[in-house]
Every structure is written in C-alpha cells, then in structure tokens.
C-alpha cells in the first residue's frame, strides 16, 4: 500500500496544497486526522512518523509560500478530505419590525440552504412582526435593551449569558435599530453581521435606516444603489464589508419602488453570506478584509 508520506507529498502543490485520506484504507483513514489553521498544526490518532511527515509537508510549504509569492489570505490552508462534517451552527437574530430578512434565513435554514438554525430571536419591541413570527414557529424570544419602555428587558451581561444559554455561534442583526453594545461586540468577534439597504459606505450611520436610506439615495442622484453585508463594531454601519449587491436607481424611481428592489437583493446576499459563514467559507485577508470562498471552487473568492 502507498505510504502516508508519500500519499501527502502527491497532493502538495505550488503553494495550495491539500491532503486527503487514502479511500481504500478504512484504517489508515481512521488513523489519519490533522487540521491546519493560521499556521497551527494538530493531529489526533496520528503515528510518530506520520506527524513528522506531516509537519515536514507543512514546513516545505511555508518555505514556498514565503520565497515565490506572499501569503494573502489567514484562515484554512489545507483540509482533510475526510475531515468530519461540519455541525450546524446556531444561530441569533436581532429585529426591530417585520423581519423580512430574518423570514428569509429561516427558510434557508429549513430548505438546507443555510447549514443552521434560528436558535433564539432578540428585539427591543415585544410585538414586532418578526418577533410574532418566531413565537409562531416556537424560538424563543429575548427582550433587548432594558430601558423605560421596556423594564423587563435584558442588560448587556444578561443577554450575553443568555445567548450563551442557547450556545449561540453567529448574530444576525436583520432591521435592528438599536446601537450593539460594546460588550457584546466583544463577546462575538467577527461574529456578527449586519444588513444595510445601502451601498456602503455611502448612506450609512446613525438616523440612515429604512425608507430614509432610499429618500437619500434618490435625492443625491446616485445612479446605483444595493444591500450591504458588513460585520458588527461598536459604532452604526462601520464595520468591515463581506458582501454587496448592486441595484440601479432608475430615472423614475421613487424610495418606495427602490426599497422594494433593494429589499428583493437583500433576502438574497444575506443568505449567501449567513450560509458562507455558517459552512466556515469566511477567510480574512492579511489586511484584515474578510472574503468569501466559493462553494463550487474553493480557489474562488468574492
């Protein structure tokens, strides 16, 4: 039978290399385990020899990369072909109205165009459309923030040992117009996104949200408008962008006719986004800008 080593060195090619379990071995496959992550190296169930094998194959690799063309992207590098299969995510969805966009990731959800579930809903207003949704189809939902209006609200802290409760993996903030605390972006590094109906970073900020966005857009005489996908920081619509789709502002337009467009482009970039997160397809340039692999070719980034 081909040797481990020499099965490894096959697959390692011009900086992109992959290593794959030998099929016709059930044992050897059983025996083989690694994982490669921002230059880490992990084995389990691995023999002595095999794990040399292995961090030589990862050291000849590095000596490429670092001598014919530098590293552009943190993140996988290399998989295991039989790696096990990726649990499902849970998942955490802020509203504060209908939840358009959150009935969008839940039926991705349930047709398996999303590799996760809606594990709790949070909203600042009690008998929002979306959050009678998600009663409807038994989530839970948290009341957040705490405030004049709203006693029975959570803190902070509460909510984030709350969101712990459930084992929450991902936030979705889908027309949540509350400011996200410091903490909680903290709690969840480059674990929350957002929806904007915009093309940011024009028309984003503090008091841009909804039919807002679209009067502004239309009065500018942009000729192109769209959804924008961003992570979460502390401050409104600042964060870094994972995807966009582009919509034209027609001659004729009014906000109305706009929003409706936008909001069509909107149920679409957020489930591919919420679905390349959920599949771990998320990979983070050296400069800090977050790209998406592409399913159908992983050479492919968006």
Same mark, same amino acid.
């Given at each position: 039978?081909?040797?481990?080593?020499?099965?490894?060195?096959?697959?390692?090619?011009?900086?992109?290399?992959?290593?794959?379990?030998?099929?016709?071995?059930?044992?050897?496959?059983?025996?083989?385990? =690694?994982?490669?992550?921002?230059?880490?190296?992990?084995?389990? @169930?691995?023999?002595?020899?095999?794990?040399?094998?292995?961090?030589?194959?990862?050291?000849?690799?590095? $000596?490429?990369?670092?001598? %014919?063309?530098?590293? $552009?992207?943190?993140?996988?590098?290399?998989?295991?072909?039989?790696?096990?299969?990726?649990?499902?995510?849970?998942?955490?969805?802020?509203?504060?109205?209908?939840?358009?966009?959150?009935?969008?990731?839940?039926?991705?959800?349930?047709?398996?165009?999303?590799?996760?579930?809606?594990?709790?809903?949070?909203?600042?207003?009690?008998? =929002?459309?979306?959050?009678?949704?998600?009663?409807?189809?038994?989530?839970?939902?948290?009341?957040?923030?705490?405030?004049? %209006?709203?006693?029975?609200?959570?803190?902070?802290?509460?909510?984030?040992?709350?969101? @712990?409760?459930?084992?929450?993996?991902?936030?979705?903030?889908?027309?949540?117009?509350?400011?996200?605390?410091?903490?909680?972006?903290?709690?969840?590094?480059?674990?929350?996104?957002?929806? $904007?109906?915009?093309?940011?970073?024009?028309?984003?900020?503090?008091?841009? +949200?909804?039919?807002?966005?679209?009067?502004?857009?239309?009065?500018?005489?942009?000729?192109?408008?769209?959804?924008?996908?961003?992570?979460?920081?502390? $401050?409104?619509?600042?964060?870094?962008?994972?995807?966009?789709?582009?919509?034209?502002?027609?001659?004729?337009?009014?906000?109305?006719?706009?929003?409706? @467009?936008?909001?069509?482009?909107?149920?679409?970039?957020?489930?591919?986004?919420?679905?390349?997160? =959920?599949?771990? @397809?998320?990979?983070?340039?050296?400069?800090?800008?977050?790209?998406?692999?592409?399913?159908?070719?992983?050479?492919? +980034? %968006?």
């Amino acid at each position: 039978m081909e040797s481990l080593s020499s099965a490894i060195a096959k697959r390692v090619s011009l900086g992109s290399a992959e290593i794959i379990g030998l099929r016709q071995s059930k044992t050897l496959a059983a025996r083989f385990s =690694c994982s490669f992550f921002n230059q880490k190296v992990s084995f389990c @169930r691995t023999c002595s020899a095999d794990k040399l094998a292995l961090r030589n194959t990862w050291n000849s690799i590095n $000596h490429f990369q670092s001598s %014919s063309s530098p590293s $552009h992207f943190e993140g996988p590098q290399l998989e295991d072909d039989m790696v096990k299969e990726l649990r499902r995510k849970k998942l955490g969805i802020f509203v504060s109205g209908g939840g358009s966009n959150f009935r969008a990731i839940y039926d991705a959800t349930i047709n398996e165009l999303i590799h996760g579930d809606v594990s709790v809903l949070v909203t600042d207003k009690a008998s =929002c459309g979306g959050a009678e949704y998600a009663r409807d189809k038994g989530i839970p939902v948290l009341l957040f923030p705490k405030s004049k %209006s709203c006693p029975e609200g959570l803190s902070s802290m509460d909510l984030i040992n709350a969101l @712990r409760a459930f084992e929450v993996d991902f936030l979705l903030l889908a027309g949540y117009l509350k400011l996200i605390p410091i903490e909680l972006v903290q709690a969840y590094p480059k674990s929350i996104l957002n929806i $904007h109906p915009s093309l940011l970073p024009a028309f984003g900020g503090k008091g841009f +949200y909804g039919m807002k966005v679209h009067k502004g857009v239309i009065a500018s005489g942009a000729r192109y408008s769209g959804p924008t996908v961003h992570f979460v920081d502390e $401050h409104y619509d600042t964060g870094l962008i994972l995807a966009q789709k582009v919509v034209p502002v027609l001659a004729n337009d009014t906000p109305e006719q706009l929003a409706a @467009r936008v909001l069509q482009e909107e149920h679409k970039v957020y489930v591919e986004a919420v679905a390349a997160l =959920c599949d771990d @397809r998320i990979v983070w340039r050296v400069d800090g800008v977050p790209l998406i692999r592409s399913k159908e070719n992983p050479d492919e +980034y %968006s």
